[in-house]
């Protein structure tokens, strides 16, 4: 009886490892907005969902590093559905304050730019399986805004 419940168990195992699942990667990190507070950046993450019908997002979170230190994080809560049989773009909205930016001085003032790496989990609600989230890494560079760019 045990050798019949594992290989039941083997093959429901098999089964859902080669169950084909959303992919996401993130294609832009841009200057959204800059206010007298802090400097909002917009990451656009594509999402490919391969099922025939639309699957929730249960919440989007993301770290904004540069240096090796973070300088921004947050959750985006319940930001919608994945489209069926689609790809689905999502912007996640990362505000960093200007003290942050000030403390990378050395990074910033060789090129005015800001070496980021961006690691975003995107949890989504698998039938059967559950929640499932899927990680994005991301490393680039940011231009920062000249005073032409504010007034």
Not at 1 to 6: E, R, T
Not at 60 to 71: C, D, G, L, P
Request: negative net charge; proline residues 6%; glycine residues 4%.
């Amino acid at each position: 009886m045990s050798q019949f419940l594992d290989k039941a168990k083997n093959f429901v195992v098999e089964k859902v490892a080669n169950i084909k699942k959303p992919e996401a990667t993130v294609t832009d990190v841009d200057l959204k907005d800059v206010s007298r507070e802090c400097i909002e950046y917009d990451a656009k993450v594509n999402v490919s969902n391969p099922y025939s019908h639309s699957i929730p997002i249960c919440e989007i979170s993301y770290t904004f590093k540069s240096a090796s230190r973070v300088i921004a994080s947050g959750t985006v809560p319940d930001p919608g559905s994945l489209k069926a049989s689609d790809t689905t773009m999502l912007n996640v909205a990362m505000k960093v304050p200007y003290n942050i930016l000030v403390s990378l001085s050395r990074d910033i003032g060789a090129d005015w730019d800001i070496d980021y790496e961006l690691d975003v989990g995107l949890t989504i609600d698998l039938p059967i399986i559950g929640n499932f989230t899927i990680p994005i890494s991301q490393k680039g560079e940011i231009k920062l805004p000249t005073l032409s760019d504010i007034f």
